[in-house]
């Protein structure tokens, strides 16, 4: 076992990947994710990997999308403007259907923003952000540990369903220390038989491409990723439910905003009042049965939020409206507090 | 238990450092912990400051609004955070860069002239270990035991004469009467 040692959680990001076989980095420094960035450059050039600073976003999304058609493990990190940016390279290799992890440690918007914590791309993430019919498989870890093991998983998920993953971070956690341990695992090589690595004159070449000029050819790329999709809402929904078996109330919160919820949850029920928590993991595919689920059993739900409500819309669509869903957010790079959340909780019980 | 800790002063007191060292002195001794850094334009020339929490429990928000425990290195963060301390706080005041009293009764207030001592005893950039170590005495939240371990961990191995300077300012706090 791996001895735990403090650690910020853009770093652990940066060791987990390269324990999980990930050699080959490309990025641009911007606050707050940065760290990552400088990690990979100390590390990669001493394990025989490559980090490169690229001219800009643009460049470095499609220096992954390169790599990845080559069949290698490829990674990106940002931080919300410089993952606009990079839509336009994500939407090509969702369109190839290649691997690839694209961290995003979200910072306050829109435009240039600010430099604080937010969970304002929340849309972008998990509804496509660039163009097309896609969608990228979205993690949204919630402590210095979960930024290392997440990483780790949409590895796997990119290579198990040929599909671009984002780990969804924010500012807090990428810059947070705690305790984490970062095993070494075993990396079972992944057959890529459609990486264009060479013929060696064996076998008729391979074609990474996104472009299909014929609509109907177009069509049923777009149709068979669409039954991938339906593989992976049915498989790889990931969630926490804490406080959740007798709750009549329930906060929906992921990240950062679902560890101050935890607090805000403990401190109701010594109150009195029966809330749970539950903690989408997986950010898309959403959680949607345990909420449907949870909509029979409470009275109503705390969508809580770093945005000006972004899950909102999910979990009043997975709840069928059948129960009112308010709202407990901050925007711009504030952080609510505890406290906030406990008032929201006791005004849903108060309905 | 649970301690909330603030630690806050100017960039390049070693506000984060302080911190880091206290978050590690917990890891050893069992507990849940997390090490949380202001960052942006504010370091410079602002106040710099940053979030210890030690908990037997694991830690849910990492953000401390209500310190247990504020170290204040200069007079805005005393002025910034005399307010937010729970009741019963315990603080600990550079008293030689800080001039005024606490003005709430209902804290317990340390008065230790860290940046004096520090000088005194030719150590002049550890004055933050020396608030460390009357902190780690009062408030009894990490003990002072096994201190080389723990500073092994935020002090360079390439330079080891950082251990023993380290050393005597936690050890300089820990004894000041005051």
Known sequence: MAEKVLMKGNEAIAEAAIKAGCRHYFGYPITPQTEIAAYMAKRMPKIGGTFLQAESEVAAINMVYGVAGAGFRVMTSSSSPGVSLKQEGISYIAGADLPALIVNVQRGGPGLGGIQPSQSDYFQATKGGGHGDYHLIVLAPASVQEMADLTGKAFDLADKYRCPTMLLADGTLGQMMEPVEIPDVEVTPVEKPWAVNGTKGKRAHNIVNSLYLKPDQLEKTNFERFEKYKQIEENEVMYESFMMEDAEYCVVAFGIAARISKNAVVAARKNGIKVGLIRPITLWPFPTEVIAKAAEQVKGFVSVELSMGQMIEDVRLASGCKKPVLLCNRAGGMIMSPEEVLAKIDELAAL | ?178
């Open chain 2, 1 to 178: 238990m649970l301690t909330q800790i603030l630690i806050a002063g100017f960039g390049g007191q070693g506000v984060l450092f302080a911190g880091k060292f206290i978050a590690y002195k917990g890891l050893f001794e069992g507990k849940e912990v997390s090490w949380l850094p202001s960052y942006g334009p504010e370091m410079r020339g602002g106040t710099a400051n940053c979030s210890v929490i030690l908990s037997d429990d694991p830690v849910g928000s990492p953000i401390v609004s209500n310190p247990d425990v504020l170290m204040a290195m200069n007079l805005p963060s005393l002025d910034k955070y005399e307010d937010a301390c729970v009741p019963g706080a315990k603080l600990f005041i550079d008293s030689t860069l800080i001039e005024r009293k606490v003005v709430r009764g209902d804290v317990d207030a340390y008065y230790i002239p860290a940046t004096k001592l520090a000088n005194d005893a030719g150590i002049p950039t550890l004055a933050n270990m020396i608030m460390v170590g009357k902190m780690i005495r009062e408030s009894g939240c990490i003990t002072f035991d096994d201190m080389e371990e723990a500073l092994k961990k935020v002090v360079s191995a390439k330079r080891a004469n950082l251990l023993e300077v380290n050393l005597k300012a936690l050890k300089t706090g820990y004894d000041y009467e005051g």
